[in-house]
């Protein structure tokens, strides 16, 4: 592949890293998790009907859908499990604030638990917005970067980072692309859950 091309590719997807990353995250799951019960009814091929035609192909896409569904259910109950739990087991630490009854203490304790599991979801958005932001800017500038290495045009590398800390051009690129990435889509969330 043509170097440039290659530079032009990873600028683009670095684009929409830092300004999407956050909900092609989700998609970029599912799509994996697709991908993957497909790919394990496929390597059990000599299971699948051969008859009607349609039988295979039609198991094949059932087990991909169930996959994507089934993980992005975990996903989303995984994040708001450890979140409940760890505000709980926080709350514990502390029982001289908790209430003495049992009723009262497990009604305070399932509170928490759900503020708990409230604030892991709202965390999980901010982390992963500031993380695919800073990723996604890395990924334009080491595009724009002056390739490293012994070969002028040379595809990006590891390697090829080197140039950034020598121009300060590319530093201030990555800062502003990431900050502009984290503010897009932490307004996009925002403006979401407004409306």
């Known amino acids: ?86 505000l709980v087991l926080l709350a514990l630490q502390v029982p001289s604030l908790l209430p003495t009854e049992t009723a009262p203490r497990v009604a305070v304790l399932a509170a928490v638990a759900l503020v708990g599991a409230l604030l ?29 290495g012994p070969r002028p045009g040379a595809a990006p590398t590891p390697d090829g980072l080197a140039p950034l800390a020598s121009r300060p051009w590319l530093l201030v690129l990555f800062g502003l692309l990431a900050l502009a990435g984290t503010v897009a889509q932490l307004s996009r969330g925002r403006r979401r859950e407004a409306g």
């Open 1 to 86: 592949m043509d170097p440039l091309l290659l530079r032009i590719v990873i600028a683009a997807a670095g684009l929409v890293v830092c300004f999407r990353g956050y909900s092609a995250f989700r998609v970029a799951l599912a799509l994996t998790a697709f991908l993957v019960g497909a790919h394990a009814a496929t390597l059990r091929a000599d299971l699948l009907p051969r008859d009607p035609a349609w039988a295979a192909p039609a198991l094949v896409l059932g087990a991909g859908l169930v996959a994507a569904l089934v993980v992005l259910a975990v996903y989303r109950l995984g994040v708001l499990l450890l979140g409940a739990a760890a």
């Open 120 to 148: 892991a979801r709202f965390l999980e958005r901010v982390a992963l917005s500031v993380a695919t932001a800073l990723y996604g800017a890395l990924m334009v500038v080491t595009a724009a970067a002056p390739a490293g």
